[in-house]
């Protein structure tokens, strides 16, 4: 079971890498077929900074992304993810991965969003709390709306896959804010 479980992580990791590649290439044949060198003017750059802390707890995320802006209303990107978490004389926890994102402006105040995240989860326990580390991959797919000012992007997604055992997430619906320059 182990084995057919690692061989999907694997091939849902090999998809990810293919789809950056694939992203990057189609991204700047768009922007040569136009007749454009500047590629580099339609990306945007952005991500998320977390901090959390308190009674032995800490936690640290860092997850910058970037996106290609098609034009006003269509925009696909690209991030990377890591969190470390850790409770005294409880556990440790290390998560690790990547995501593929496609917004859509409809209208310029309202942004809809599709998100595939792969993420790895690493948890260590403590011995004495009786439970087993565990390492496994997380798949998720969003589907969210938001309301856009400008740069910044507040809003609401929905895990499509979530798993209440194996989620980093503590329910389905994820606040989010996207913020790209």
């Keep these: 079971?182990?084995?057919l479980v690692f061989k999907k992580n694997r091939?849902?990791?090999l998809i990810i890498v293919i789809s950056i590649v694939s992203f990057a290439s189609f991204a700047q044949n768009a922007a040569s077929m136009r007749g454009q060198d500047d590629f580099w003017k339609h990306v945007r750059v952005g991500g998320g900074i977390g901090l959390s802390f308190g009674d032995g707890f800490f936690s640290g995320t860092?997850?910058?992304s970037a996106i290609y802006q098609f034009n006003?209303?269509?925009?696909?990107?690209?991030?990377?993810?890591?969190t470390y978490n850790t409770q005294n004389d409880l556990y440790k926890s290390s998560i690790i991965g990547a995501s593929i994102l496609g917004l859509v402006n409809p209208i310029p105040e309202i942004q809809l969003s599709a998100e595939f995240e792969e993420l790895n989860?690493?948890?260590k326990w403590d011995s004495r709390t009786g439970f087993e580390n565990e390492n496994y991959w997380y798949p998720a797919l969003f589907l969210g709306v938001g309301?856009?000012?400008g740069p910044v992007t507040f809003g609401i997604r929905f895990d499509l896959l979530y798993n209440r055992s194996k989620s980093i997430y503590s329910d389905s619906w994820v606040?989010?804010?996207?913020?790209?320059f």
Excluded: E, T
């Design 72 to 82: 006003d209303q269509v925009a696909l990107g690209l991030g990377l993810s890591g």
């Design 121 to 123: 989860v690493n948890r």
């Design 175 to 180: 606040p989010f804010v996207r913020v790209y």
């Design 62 to 64: 860092l997850a910058p």
């Design 147 to 149: 309301y856009n000012n």
């Design 1 to 3: 079971m182990n084995k």
């Design 11 to 13: 091939i849902s990791f």
